[in-house]
C-alpha cells in the first residue's frame, strides 16, 4: 500500500485545516488508517484511527471533539478534519495503513507539516 498526505500548511491559533491521505495498491488489505504526528524533539503520538470497512472511530483526548477522522472508500482517501487548533498542534502529520494480517500499521506517507501560530 502506497500513502500519499496532503493537506498541511500555516494556520493561526482556532484556525481549520483539512489532512487527505490517499492510499493506492494493495488497498483491500488495509483494517485501519491511523493519523500520527510529531513534534520537534518529540517522539511520534497517536492522533485518530478508522476502520477500513465499517467506520468505527478513536481519538486521543488530546484532539478529541476537535479533530474528525472520515473516509471516502470509493477514492481510497481517509481525511482528518482539524478544529480549534493549537499551537501545541503543531507538527509533522503521517497517515499510516493498518495490514489485516498483521494488524501492524505497514505502510507510511511521507508527512505533511501543520504549523499553528499563536
Known amino acids: 500500500v502506497q500513502l500519499q498526505a496532503s493537506g498541511g500548511g500555516l494556520v493561526q491559533a482556532g484556525g481549520s485545516l483539512r489532512l487527505s491521505c490517499a492510499a493506492s495498491g494493495r488497498t483491500f488489505s488495509i483494517y485501519r488508517m491511523g493519523w500520527f504526528r510529531q513534534a520537534p524533539g518529540k517522539g511520534r503520538e497517536f492522533v485518530a484511527r478508522?476502520?477500513?470497512?465499517?467506520?468505527?472511530?478513536y481519538y486521543s483526548d488530546s484532539v478529541k471533539d476537535r479533530f474528525t477522522i472520515s473516509s471516502d472508500n470509493a477514492k481510497n482517501t481517509v481525511y482528518l478534519q482539524m478544529n480549534s487548533l493549537k499551537p501545541e498542534d503543531t507538527a509533522v502529520y503521517y497517515c499510516a495503513a493498518q495490514d489485516q494480517a498483521t494488524r501492524q500499521y505497514k505502510s507510511w506517507g511521507q508527512g505533511t507539516q501543520v504549523t499553528v501560530s499563536s
Open positions: 478508522l476502520t477500513w470497512s465499517g467506520g468505527s472511530t
